[in-house]
């Protein structure tokens, strides 16, 4: 640790360091200086130095600033003797050993190079925050302001969500020093910064890839131009949206703005190319697309058909082949705690501090409507923290996090959220007797998952809407065969020991043959339609970050 002459304590952690790096594109072959890119500032949020209480009790000295070593040049609120000192502190030798070891955790110059695509927002609300931003109290002792907050717990707000805000904690220093505490001063104490959830999409750079597109929101220049170019009338307000860095692929948004009286129209999609002209939709002709999906998938096949671009980055599919049959647009999903202090990895993914995962396809049932269908549900972190206990001290393996018996309503939120803003028409999802059939052996956490927690998550959602969870029926094989890895080859097997082939095929190949033998069914599945009503609510307000009661 340092400490900095204006008394500020830092220190700097290389525990991040890949997750930043898959966003950066930074591999084994970057210089030192590019290593300050990918190591995360620690700094004691007390200048006196004193150390900090811990969200769960116990000290903690030091915490994630939301700044990497590299970000200090451009930061305006720090001193040029507190700079000065730090940079010259990272320059001696303990420090550079220390960062020149974070370059074993970066990815292979020689491998594939992967990338975490953030697509969702900060879209979750407090429920304690909304409920003390309403109480009359402006001003009461720090021993009325803990009788408040019990009474808002027995009123229903979760506990987990008061422990978790660090209200308490914060409430305690400020005891000390006050007798009397404002509103705005309890409000101020509520900080979910480190716990925030992030939905992200695991991505693969690769010579049949895509389009990097990197999410942005800024105003695109030369509205007016624009304006005239795609035909729409100066109430329409132009967004950039998602823009490929490499190529200059832009992905934009029109919005009606104040009065006009195409507001009530939803937004419209469009694309541009390098050179800003508009790619056209090749299902209508028209410039503008439904969704920034739709408008994203147009511009990557302008660009293998126009501009001979094949490199890019596409999904990983990893696990593709444990989904059913004939689905469309696999996706495995991460809700990952990118701030969280601890660090936890799982067995499926690489990343930093995976909460849930989840993989999906789209799919549409006999009725013509879309789903987005979950293929599979899950949490490593909180399944091995039930199986082995939690450990939270230093370099404990499964240390505590939140959402203990509330993630998969958090990725349920997550997915509804999304699929709100892709026009998709509902969730529907795998029920636990197919899972069970892939382990021949009935298991109870997966009936706890598919057929309780899901279904009783979404009713509690919707109940306000009128939208339960009922069932339709999907198209698909029969899912009596898998597929196993035998080294570098694949094999597909029923797992009773009736239909078994030797382990010689590629992935495709197995898969085109478990298709083969397989027939066509239709499959029952749960379903929850997502009605207009919830969808403007979701989209317009958001959704709780713990509980279902929407405030």
Known sequence: MLKLPSGTIVDFSTERVRYHALRRFLNQGASHQQLYQVIDLLIAASSSGQPLPGLLGGPVKLRYSGLTLADIATQQNWSSADRRSLLTWLEQPAQRR??????????????????IAQVDHAHLYSRLQRRIERLPLQRASPQQW??????????????EEITWSGILSRLSELADAHQWISKAQVLACIDFSPIFP????EMVWGNTGNLCFKEVASLLSHQTYFH????????????LRFVDQRYRFRICAARPIGDSPHK????????LDPCGRVIPNPQDGTRFFNDSDAARHSA?????????????????TRYEHLSLLEGENYREWLVILPDFQKTFYGSHFEERNVLAHVRSTDRHDQEGRRLLFIEELQSDWHTMGRKYGYDNRCGGHIPHAPFKNSWVSLACKKLLRYACEHGYDGLAWTPASVHESRYVRAIQALRRIYDQQLPRTLNRLGRHFDAQVRHTSINTKHPWLKLTQNGSKWQVTDGQGTFTTKPRYTRTEALALLARHSKQVTLDVPFFHITTAMRAQILNDGLPMFGEQLE
Do not use: M
């Not at 129209?265 to 694309?271: C, E, L, S």
């Open 98 to 115: 220390k960062i020149e070891a974070s370059r074993n955790r970066l990815p292979s110059a020689h491998k594939r190079l992967s990338a």
């Open 228 to 239: 005239d170019l795609l035909g729409l009338e100066a109430e329409y307000l132009l967004v």
């Open 264 to 271: 009530q129209h939803a937004k419209k999609w469009f694309a």
């Open 300 to 316: 990557n096949q302008h660009a293998k058909d126009y501009w001979n671009i094949t490199t890019g980055n596409c999904y990983f």
């Open 146 to 159: 803990r009788a408040t907050l019990l009474n808002l717990r027995r009123q229903g707000i979760a506990e």
């Open 198 to 201: 992030e939905l992200c999409t």
